[in-house]
């Protein structure tokens, strides 16, 4: 089995747990490890940059509201400098409960995308580094198309494994089939003999994404349509109680992992058979936190 990356974030008071738990995965011969926006993702690179030796490291999806492209490039040039060049720069337009925390008046998400990585890579022409590579956060087909024309991979965040060949075929064949061209999936995942337990946390874990509207039309578009009107109604009815119960187990199949050792060590294998040549998992524990989680996944994997 190809081993897929791992997602980790740096929890408030176990910063240096995480750190260690990183040259953990490094020596375990794990591919990646992709950083999601919250707990201060960049630092959580420049720690990586100093205390691992080969493995690749990114951010997965950093919104790009937070700063200014051109700190940002400083930043992520400085990274990748450290790191001998194994830094890869995710980044994404996020989600509107984000942009409304953050007090931000979002453009047309295509835009806004095009004119950040113009300013990003300008900044880092006049700051003179070398620059990493960017993945662009995509979920349909328009910024799929746009991550093949001005960057250099595209990430989904809980996407559809039937749907992700049609979504792939809207890169050209040479991005498509381009090994230096970053396709990776985050893959919210909890393995326990408890099939069922393991399928809570998972329908507790995506709850926050169905009630998105973008996360919807991605959904229906990928076939599930039923699954999302009902869940559309509920939320509109204020029922949100109704939410998770309303997740089909045909749904939760095709964007979680759950279940047993040989359940998740099938669907990862299942992953990269759908094009996705970099599966990130998502732990998550029915019977315990991020540590926990990471010792199943260790355990399964190993």
Known sequence: ???????????????????????????????????????DAMGLAVALALSTERIEFGTSVQPIYLRQPSDFAAQASFIHELSGGRFRFGIGVTHGPVHQGLGVTPGKPLSDIRNFVARFRKAGERGGGEMPPVVLATLRRKMVELSAEIADGCVWANG?????????????????NDPAFFIGDMIPTCISDDVEAAAAVMRRTLTGYVMLPNYRNYWIEAGYEEEMRAIERAQQAGETEKIPGLMSERWLKDV???????????????????????????????????????????????
């Open 1 to 39: 089995m190809n081993k897929p990356a791992l997602s980790l974030a740096a929890v408030p008071g176990r910063r240096k747990a995480t750190i260690a738990l990183a040259q953990e995965i490094e020596k375990r011969g794990y591919p990646g490890v992709y950083l999601p926006s919250f707990g």
């Open 160 to 176: 559809a494994r039937s749907h992700m060949p049609a979504s792939l075929a809207h890169l050209p064949a040479d991005r498509r």
């Open 256 to 302: 979680t992992l759950y279940g047993t050792a040989s359940d998740v060590r099938d669907g990862i294998d299942a992953w990269h058979a759908s094009g996705v040549r970099t599966p990130i998992i998502v732990p998550s524990s029915a019977s315990g936190g991020q540590l926990k989680a990471f010792e199943e996944v260790f355990a399964a994997l190993a």
